[in-house]
C-alpha cells in the first residue's frame, strides 16, 4: 500500500495548531476527522501499512507488534446502526451484525470519504512522546518516531498537543496460577486465536467470561473432543436478538426507560427475562452478580453448545499440576491438551514515560483521566487519551464523541474545568462505577459514558424543545435507539437534516437486509416489524 504522506498543500498549515494521534484504527480515524473539523493540522503515526487497527484479520503473518487479531469470522456484538459514526450512516444493504471483513470496508470507506487517509504516516512506530522543553508554558510534546519500512534513526517533531489512540488491546493480560510452569499442555492467549482447526480432537478449556471468551468457546467446541469454559462468578448470556426481532443494543439504548426506571431497576427487569431464557443454574454458570454489574457476553452460541454437552462449564481454576486442572471447588480436570486464556488486555502507553500522566500498567487510570479522556495531571489540557474505557457496546461512536470533544479542546473552542473540579468529577464518577460495578474501574456502560460526552461537548439532543418544533423526531429520540446521529442535531459541526433523515430511517435500514433475502412475509407487515423495533420493557415473569 502506498504510504501517506501530511505533507499536505495547505496555505494556512504554518498556522494551524498540530496535533500528533498515534495510530490509525477506529479512534485514530475519528481524531482526525475532529482535528481537521475544528481547523487542526493533524500527523497520524501507524505501525501497520493499514487503518482499521484490531479489525484487521492476519492470516499467515502477524506483525510482531500486533498484541491481537480478529478471529477469522468473529461477529460484531453490536448492530449496525449503534456502531457507526455520527455523520456516516452504514449502508442499508449491510447486514444487522457485521463480519470484520464487513467492518473493515466501513472504516475504508469512511477514511476514503473524507479524505482521512493523506494525514497517515504508515509504517511508523512512536517511540516516545515527552514534555517539550518549553513544556511548562506551550504545553507542547516532542514526539520521537521512527521509519519500520527502512528502519532509520529516530525523527523527533515537536505538537502542540497529543491525542493517544493505540487501542486497549496493545498488551495481552496473562493470569498466574500456581503450577503454571509444570502444565505440559499449552496457553493460548484468545489474541492470538485466529479459528478452530489447531484445536481439533483436543480437550480444551477456555477461561473467561466476556465476548471473546464465549466465541472462543462456541468455536473451538465444534472441533475439539471436550471444552470447557472456566469462570470466576458465571456469566450473563444476552442474544445478538432480544425476543428474536431488535437487536439488543436497539432495545435496551432508548432514553425513555433510561429516564423512568432506575439502574437497579432496568438491572432486575432485563436480568429477571434473560435468567427466564436459560436455565443458568442447572448449566453452572449463574452469575454472582447483577446483570450490567459484571461482564457480559454477548452470544447466541454458548447456550446452544452447552445443551449438546460439547461445552461444560466449570469452576475458577485453582492451580495446574502437569497434565490435570484443579478448580476451586476441589474438582479435577485431567489430560487437558490446551488452555485458552480469554482473559482480556491491559490498556497502555508505553511510548509516555510520565507516571503521573499515565501509569505504565494503567491501575489508576479511572483516577486520573477527566471524562475518561483528558490526563489530569497534565498542566496544560495538549494530551487527550482516545479510546481507553472498556465501554460495555458500541466502541466507534463512543471514540468519535471523545474525538470530538478533545479536538475542540485543543483548538480552543472548550475550557476544562479547574483540577480540584475535575478531580471532584473523577470520584463523583468512580462511586457512580463502584456502586455498579463492584469495584472502580474503567468499565462503563456506551449509553451513559455517550451522553456524558455529549453534554460536555453540547451536542446532546435537547428533546424538551424539540417537541415543540419537532415532535415526530422528539419521540423517536425519546423512545427509540439513542443512535450516534443524534449527537449532530445541535452543537458545533451539527447537520440537523441528514441527522434527522439518518435517525427516522433506522427501522427501515435495519430490516432491508432481512427483508431483500427473504421476500415472502411472515404474515407481519413492516408496521409491525417497525413497531417491535422501539424500546418495549422486556417481558418479565
Known sequence: MKRGSYHQQDPDKSTKRTVAIIGAGVSGLTAIKACVEEGLQPVCFERRETIGGVWNVYEDVVPDFVQSRMFSNVLMNTSKEMCCFSDFPMPKEY???????DAIKYYEAYAEHFKLKQYIKFKTSVTSVDKASNYETTGQWTVSYQDLENQDNIHCETFDAVMVCNGLTSKQSWPSFPGQNDFQGKFVHSGDYFDNKPFEGQTVVVVGSSFSAGDIAGEVSRTAKQTYLSTKQGIWILPRLIDGHAPWDIKLT???????YSLKSLQEMVGKNLLSMFDYEKYSVMPQRPFLGMSTMINDLVPQRMISGTLKAIPLISHFTENDIHMVDGSILQNVDTVIFATGFKATCPFIHDEEIYPSENINQNKLLYKQVFPVNANHPSMAIIGHVYVQGPVAPTCELESRLAARVFAGNKSLPSKPDMMKDIQQ????LAAQ???????ELTFIHQNILAEALGVAPNITAMFFTDPKLAWRCLNGPCVPAQFRLRGPHSNYKEARKTIMAVNENMLYPARHQQPTTTGKTDQDLCKNMEFVSLKTN
Open 95 to 101: 447486514p444487522v451484525f457485521l463480519l470484520c471483513r
Open 254 to 260: 432508548a432514553r425513555l426507560p433510561n429516564y423512568r
Open 429 to 432: 464518577n468512580n462511586d457512580r
Open 437 to 443: 460495578w463492584g469495584q472502580a474501574d474503567n468499565r
